[in-house]
């Protein structure tokens, strides 16, 4: 008997990949290309035909429907319907990404190319006293950011936290750690303008109408800092195993000390990252502050006199009521608004080099 030997296939990997069932690595990326391809095409016809220029966003909008419609088409010819169904769905999150990075990637662009060109040593070294035309600067409004926002951290995040530990620890199941709850889900919803009346119309009982002081917006602040620290603090103890707790009990450890030595350093670098959330949720606010701590054109280094200027209303009133030149406020609210960005940004790497410095050491 003889048996006939079948010569191995000499056929490239590539195209072995299409009998197996299984597409090429670059199908997708191909597949991308003549799909945005055919957009541009119908697109410029359009574009021809009409009076209009290019629809970019068409282009893309488009370019993406093709996309995941002949990804799925082929692939379920070829590869069948599960993994058709998981190419569809991974290009489905993806252009949900882009879609999402488009307005960040488009607000950091806009704002760095408009506000670069406007910053300069006088900017960050001056204020506006006696400025009307160019010139100036926004040292006031830095300034008055920067000891509003520290002192709304102050008040805000020893009662966030404090709240958070007894919602945890100590009042599982009981009536008034639900109200408290009950009370913080509400308070995080609540329009900013609205904590700006509640401490406005707080000190104002005290001090008479029309005060307008640096501290009232920092209690403005807190007041919409602290149903946030409160949430974020409150999940990142829920992560922390109910082992050591257990353990440190066993070893004849008190309550809280177990929560001071155990729990809050195992948690403390969620802890921070919901902290300095917190802080840019509210660096920006522009209303609270415009009823609290109003606007003045010179410096002012006490939250407790007179009236403080922060970055947020100074980009507000630069641009609102522009002067002559007019380029000159528009151009000094573009800065101030990049020098916002770039503060928030520094306050997220100063939360995550404290929360690497400060988190529990697994290494041996």
């Not at 069948?80 to 990404?97: C, H, I, M, P």
């Not at 950091?108 to 010139?135: K, Q």
């Not at 195992?266 to 917190?278: D, H, K, N, R, V």
């Not at 006490?302 to 980009?315: A, K, W």
Request: hydrophobic letters at 55%.
């Amino acid at each position: 008997m003889t048996t006939t030997l079948t010569p191995p296939s000499t056929a490239p990997a590539e195209d072995r990949r299409l009998t197996n069932g299984q597409l090429p690595r670059w199908s997708p990326w191909f597949l991308l290309l003549a799909a945005f391809a055919v957009s541009a095409v119908l697109f410029g016809i359009l574009a021809v035909s009409g009076d209009g220029g290019f629809n970019v966003a068409g282009w893309a909008v488009v370019g993406a429907l093709v996309y995941l419609a002949l990804v799925f088409s082929i692939s379920g010819i070829v590869e069948g319907r599960r993994k058709a169904v998981d190419r569809f769905v991974t290009g489905l999150v993806t252009v949900a990404f882009v879609i999402a990075m488009v307005p960040l990637v488009s607000v950091a662009i806009t704002v760095v190319s408009l506000g670069a060109p406007h910053w300069s040593a006088e900017f960050f070294t001056s204020s506006m006293r006696n400025v009307t035309g160019e010139g100036g600067g926004a040292l006031h409004a830095i300034i008055g950011t920067l000891l509003i926002t520290l002192a709304a951290a102050v008040i805000s995040i020893p009662i966030g936290v404090f709240t958070a530990i007894y919602l945890i620890e100590y009042g599982e199941g009981r009536r008034l750690a639900r109200g408290i709850t009950f009370l913080v889900d509400v308070m995080t919803g609540i329009p900013s303008i609205v904590a700006g009346l509640f401490a406005y119309a707080l000190f104002a009982i005290f001090l008479g109408p029309g005060v307008r002081l640096g501290i009232i917006g920092s209690v403005a602040l807190a007041v919409l800092m602290i149903p946030v620290v409160v949430r974020s603090t409150e999940e990142m103890l829920r992560l922390v195993p109910n082992e050591l707790r257990e353990a440190s009990y066993a070893l004849g450890v008190p309550k809280w000390l177990t929560i001071a030595k155990v729990v809050l350093p195992t948690a403390i670098a969620g802890i921070t990252t919901g902290i300095m959330l917190s802080i840019a949720r509210v660096i920006g606010e522009t209303a609270p502050l415009l009823i609290t701590a109003g606007f003045t054109a010179s410096m002012n280094y006490d939250l407790f006199s007179g009236r403080m200027q922060t970055l947020p209303v100074f980009t507000y009133t630069q641009y609102m009521n522009q002067g002559i030149p007019a380029e000159a406020y528009v151009g000094r609210a573009w800065a101030a608004a990049l020098t916002l960005i770039v503060l928030v940004m520094l306050l997220n790497l100063v939360a995550r080099v404290i929360a690497r410095a400060f988190a529990p050491k697994t290494g041996r």
